[in-house]
């Protein structure tokens, strides 16, 4: 069975600082795929990003960072200098290989961040 | 624009009253699915499609049923409704791209809420 945790309920900083959120994984798969989405307050799901179980680079795109440690089974996201419209519900996914998940995505129950001014 | 729609976006109904809630993607993908959201439970997924006239179950197929006639389409039909449906559905849709370099990243319609009295 797959299984994504996000600690993180709710978490609230005010702007400019510096927030992470937590995933941790569990995957009996040799090949899998981590996503996280945003969800802000008008509740659409957007795609941030994507990562592959064989590729432990970090990313960075302008104030998002990815984290991929799989010594730890995690995949944090750090945004840096956050914003108020950085505020929603943040959601970390994982899809496993074709022939145990097909392309189900197994997601954490999200972590509502608020930045406040 | 590469979008996946949702209509209606908005509905309340009573117990009983067949609905169908309309999912499109112009994307040219194989790949559909449906997920309700509920909070404390993140994302389940309801059914998949992987081609036309291809479905299959998901984690939470029960009251549910879907068809995919066409590769843009994927309704979502529930034939007697019940207020235990009552939640935020998303349609999702991505390539079908099997093996380690999969490219099969899911985007979101912008959800449908459903409320059964």
């Known amino acids: 069975a797959q299984k994504v945790t996000q600690a993180q309920t709710e978490i609230s900083v005010v702007e400019k600082e510096d927030v992470t959120l937590d995933c941790v994984y569990e995957t009996r798969d040799t090949t899998y795929y981590l996503f996280w989405y945003k969800q802000p307050p008008s509740g659409e799901l957007v795609f941030l990003i994507r990562?592959?179980?064989?590729?432990?680079q970090n990313e960075i795109s302008g104030r998002y960072s990815w984290n991929f440690q799989k010594s730890t089974s995690s995949f944090n996201f750090t945004i840096t200098a956050s914003q108020v419209v950085d505020s929603a519900v943040y959601f970390c996914?994982?899809?496993?290989?074709?022939?145990?998940?097909?392309?189900?995505?197994?997601f954490g129950e999200g972590t509502q961040l608020t930045v406040n001014p | 624009e590469a979008q996946v729609t949702q209509n209606p976006r908005y509905l309340i109904t009573v117990t009983g009253k067949k609905l169908t809630v309309t999912c499109s993607q112009n994307?040219?993908?194989?790949?559909m699915s449906w997920y309700r959201q509920d909070p404390g439970l993140g994302l389940r997924q309801i059914y998949y499609s992987m081609n036309v006239e291809v479905t299959d179950k998901g984690d939470v197929p029960e009251g549910y049923k879907v068809s995919r006639k066409e590769k843009r389409n994927f309704p979502l039909i529930l034939e007697s409704p019940s207020p235990n449906q009552t939640s935020l559905y998303f349609c999702?849709?991505?390539?079908?791209?099997?093996?380690?370099?999969?490219?099969?990243?899911?985007?979101f319609g912008p959800g449908t809420r459903l409320t059964v009295l």
């Open positions: 996914a994982l899809r496993g290989e074709w022939e145990t998940s097909g392309s189900r995505l197994t």
């Open positions: 990562r592959n179980s064989f590729d432990e």
């Open positions: 994307m040219n993908h194989e790949y």
């Open positions: 999702a849709s991505s390539l079908l791209t099997v093996g380690r370099f999969s490219t099969d990243t899911q985007y």
